[in-house]
């Protein structure tokens, strides 16, 4: 079983950055893949991004390549999403999510975390 805890959503300007965290308790964190997903009303959730339980491997949406950066430190039990040259087409719920693989992770993650809205407007 893990706990998952997003934290960093908040109300940007159009091309500023905000960087989302994702605190993990209970089972070894070093021992699942994580993903990044949004959602917006009406709309299904869809993947944003993912990495591998090393840290070696990582996956995005093409929305957002080149604009955010996932990544991990298992020491800290954290993932982290580095939010660049945000879009108002950004603004979502960001739920951060676990998974035994990196394959499962980006399709059905096994837990969630309760989600952080990002808002991106002038």
């Known amino acids: 079983q893990v706990q998952l805890v997003e934290s960093g959503g908040g109300l940007v300007q159009p091309g500023g950055s905000l960087r989302l965290s994702c605190a993990a308790s209970?089972?070894?964190?070093?021992?699942?893949?994580l993903g990044w997903f949004r959602q917006t009303p009406g709309q299904e959730r869809e993947f944003v991004a993912a990495i591998s339980r090393s840290g070696g491997a990582t996956y995005y949406a093409d929305s957002v390549k080149g604009r955010f950066t996932i990544s991990r430190d298992n020491a800290k039990n954290t993932v982290y999403l580095q939010m660049n040259s945000l879009k108002p087409e950004d603004t979502a719920v960001y739920y951060c999510?676990?998974?035994?693989?990196?394959?499962?992770?980006?399709?059905?993650?096994?837990?969630w975390g309760q989600g952080t809205q990002v808002t991106v407007s002038s």
């Open positions: 209970g089972r070894a964190f070093s021992g699942y893949a």
């Open positions: 999510a676990a998974a035994v693989n990196i394959i499962v992770v980006r399709t059905t993650p096994d837990y």
